[in-house]
């Protein structure tokens, strides 16, 4: 079935507006789920479902942040392949050849002041000068070549007889997100940035009728198919005021940096580092308690798990 019908790749089905549902999932995109343990990806094979809830700390100006692992923050981005055709079926992973995701600004097409869609806009990579690249206004969804950084997606294999695994009967692909990048500009400018909005584009290569299969990747030239943009995200400061909350040794030292700054520039001038870049009631709330000691972690609360519908 999966040779004669186009391919759709979406969000994972438990993240569905409807979950499970196939008229919801056909226009859903990739998500992003969160994570406070450094051990997040043995946590996300083990049940794809329990990540992080999202809190109103995690968005600034409606656009999410992806904090730092500074923060004790963890990100893996998730999509799910399908047919169109009746019943949305799922495409069995041997016909993939390629799987994998590139990370573009998130940017708006305009026409006078008008917005009139988004521009792609991804990171090309310099061959010849690793760590160096450019953003660059490329192709929204390429046939069968990509030249941006492409970081590549694993299968979501569930453990033997383990029916009840949100993968089980699924054709899940997954990867750890990037927070940070040595990459930078020929100018020196960083890959990212923290007012920079990016998103996400995943895809799957379809291997090629006839194409002999190969160790490589990927083996063949086949389609490469897209799923729609993740929600756009910023990556946060490493001193921002939440992401410094979630790691109470972390909001001591900016603390005390925060308070020792005035004396610090009075003897290093300009040789002094900066203060923290957080408004003054926020750091007194941290000054306060972390001067006490006191644990500043918001609690962590996690995603309801879903059921799929009954066939």
Not at 129 to 153: F, K, M, S, Y
Not at 177 to 187: E, H, M
Not at 245 to 269: I, N, S, V, Y
Request: glycine share 6%; aromatic share 8%; hydrophobic share 35%.
């Amino acid at each position: 079935m999966s040779a004669r019908h186009p391919w759709i790749l979406t969000g994972p089905w438990y993240r569905w507006q409807h979950p499970g549902v196939a008229a919801s999932g056909r226009l859903s995109a990739p998500a992003l789920h969160a994570f406070a343990s450094p051990g997040f990806v043995d946590e996300f094979l083990r049940e794809p479902q329990r990540s992080l809830a999202d809190r109103p700390d995690d968005h600034a100006n409606s656009t999410r942040k992806l904090f730092l692992a500074s923060h004790r923050r963890f990100y893996i981005v998730a999509c799910e392949l399908h047919c169109d055709a009746p019943g949305f079926p799922g495409v069995a992973r041997d016909q993939v050849c390629e799987a994998g995701f590139v990370i573009r600004k998130h940017q708006l097409a305009r026409t006078g002041t008008r917005a009139t869609g988004t521009r792609a806009v991804g990171w090309i990579p310099n061959h010849e000068h690793p760590n160096t690249g450019a953003w660059i206004e490329v192709d929204a969804a390429p046939d069968t070549r990509c030249d941006e950084q492409i970081h590549h997606l694993f299968p979501l294999v569930p453990p033997p007889g383990n029916n009840h695994h949100s993968a089980h009967g699924r054709t899940i692909f997954f990867a750890a997100v990037p927070t940070g990048s040595a990459a930078t500009t020929a100018a020196g400018t960083p890959r990212f940035d923290t007012t920079t909005a990016l998103e996400i584009r995943c895809f799957v290569r379809r291997h090629r009728d006839g194409c002999p299969r190969r160790s490589t990747t990927p083996d063949c030239h086949g389609e490469l198919v897209w799923s729609r943009p993740s929600e756009p995200f910023r990556i946060a400061a490493p001193l921002d005021v939440q992401g410094v909350r979630h790691d109470p040794a972390m909001a001591r030292a900016a603390a005390r940096l925060f308070l020792l700054q005035p004396w610090l520039k009075e003897q290093l001038g300009s040789l002094a580092p900066k203060r923290p870049n957080l408004d003054d009631a926020a750091m007194t709330t941290i000054t306060s308690n972390a001067n006490i000691g006191s644990d500043l972690s918001p609690p962590l609360v996690y995603r309801d798990p879903v059921e799929p519908p009954s066939p």
